[in-house]
């Protein structure tokens, strides 16, 4: 979930807010108060200048997650789209939803559309049927909202996730505090006045809002059947996830069909990785080539 969007701090002050809540404590309704509309961001777009082949007939999306600025893109993702690039795959790297020199920190819908204008991009320059999408984090999210509620379906092949966040998040990898008598999801669904009086309080705490279980955008994607027919879907996730927790439970798609697989079970004398290294892994990015083949 987009918890890991809140800062450290702030985390904490949640966590500490939690504790000042006694068990027993009664929820109080949400006022209903509109919370103001996020923008969308601006994107970063490489040029179409590849070509599909007979044995690689679908371009290749990557969409980073959130972590790291754009001007950290290509260090972050060099071994990935080296990989895919290596191997044939016509690659192109999308960054979207661009605010304050982050990725994906603006409307999710919005940047959910960026993606769906980018795909019909890269068909229509390319020729190709259709795409594949590898994706890591917050870029999961905005791709599976334009995989199910934009109906991007039809124009993806595959969808490889890296520690996505799905269902059963907690914000517990954020906070920092190890065992919470309450997580932060529970005290915000305990709450739920909390989640626009926090979305109004500032931009970045209106970005992660919208992943809170009773957001809108959160039950679009996830109240229902998060996979698409046609879609082949692929996952990793790891152990050592800090971020997107309970790890690696957070990280499933517990739905048929799906290909769910956990880094360390994989590799076990691999280099540890984390919510973000596990991007950069060598043994990450063969696990996606070979993902794509099947």
């Keep these: 979930m987009s918890y890991i969007r809140i800062s450290r701090i702030v985390a904490v002050a949640l966590a500490a807010a939690a504790l000042g809540t006694a068990a027993g404590a009664q929820a109080q309704p949400d006022t209903g108060s509109a919370e103001q509309p996020l923008p969308v961001g601006s994107t970063i777009e490489p040029p179409i200048d590849c070509a599909p082949t007979a044995a690689h007939p ?8 959130a972590d790291g600025t754009p001007e950290q893109t290509a260090a972050q993702w060099d071994t990935m789209v080296g990989a895919l690039r290596g191997a044939g795959y016509c690659t ?4 979207g939803g661009i605010s304050n020199d982050r990725r994906w920190n603006g409307d999710m819908p919005g940047e959910a559309g960026q993606v769906a204008d980018f795909v019909t991009k890269v068909r229509q320059t390319t020729g190709a049927a259709k ?31 890296m520690t996505p966040e799905v269902r059963g998040c907690d914000g517990v990898g954020v ?13 915000l669904h305990a709450l739920p006045f909390l989640r626009s009086a926090l979305a109004a309080s500032s931009h970045e705490f209106a970005v992660a809002m919208q992943m809170t279980p009773d957001s809108p955008v959160y039950k679009a994607i996830f109240d229902t059947a998060v996979t698409q027919p046609g879609v082949t879907y692929s996952v990793i996730a790891t152990r050592r996830d800090q971020l997107a927790t309970p790890a690696p439970a957070c990280s499933v798609i517990d739905e048929p069909g799906v290909v769910n697989e956990v880094f360390e079970d994989l590799f076990p ?3 540890p990785v ?21």
């Design 92 to 95: 192109l790297l999308f960054q």
């Design 175 to 187: 906070v920092g505090i190890p065992n919470p008598p309450i997580t932060p999801v529970q005290l």
């Design 274 to 294: 984390d919510h973000s290294l596990i991007r950069s892994s060598d043994d990450t990015a063969g696990w996606v080539l070979r993902q794509l083949s099947r």
């Design 131 to 161: 795409v594949e999408i590898v994706a890591h984090s917050a870029g999961s999210i905005v791709s599976n909202y334009y995989l199910k509620v934009l109906g991007g379906a039809p124009a993806v092949s595959h969808a490889v996730f």
């Design 58 to 65: 679908y371009p290749v999306v990557v969409l980073p997650g």
């Design 269 to 271: 004398d691999a280099a």
